[in-house]
C-alpha cells in the first residue's frame, strides 16, 4: 500500500525560501531604510531622533515579516516590501539633496 502523505514539492518548498529570504533580508532593509529616515527626519538631538527611529524599526521589522508570509506568492511578498521601502528611500534621497550629499 502506497503511502498517502505526499511530502510538499520542490515548488513549495522554493516559496517558503524565497519568503524567508524576503521576510529576514528585505524586512531588515525595510526597517533599517525607516530608521534612517525618521532619525535623518525628526527634529530633535541626534541622540533622540536614532533612538526613536530604532524604536520604529522595531515595530516595522515584525510587520514585514508577516506581510512576507500573509502575501499570496512570493512575488507579492518582495513587492509589498519595495513598496514599503520606497518612501523612506525618498525620504532619505529628498534629506541628502537638501543638505548637501550629507545624511
Do not use: D, Q
Not at 91 to 103: D, F, K, Q, T, V
Amino acid at each position: 500500500m502506497a503511502n498517502t502523505l505526499k511530502s510538499p514539492g520542490w515548488a513549495y518548498r522554493g516559496g517558503v525560501l524565497v519568503r524567508a529570504v524576503a521576510a529576514i533580508g528585505g524586512g531588515y532593509g525595510v526597517a533599517a531604510l525607516w530608521a534612517a529616515a525618521i532619525a535623518t527626519w525628526l527634529p530633535s538631538a541626534k541622540v533622540e531622533a536614532a533612538l526613536t527611529g530604532t524604536m520604529i524599526a522595531f515595530l516595522v521589522y515584525p510587520c514585514a515579516v508577516m506581510w512576507c508570509f500573509a502575501a499570496r506568492s512570493a512575488a507579492r511578498a518582495w513587492v509589498g516590501l519595495a513598496l514599503a521601502a520606497l518612501p523612506a528611500a525618498v525620504g532619505l534621497a529628498l534629506h541628502a539633496s537638501l543638505n548637501g550629499g550629507a545624511a
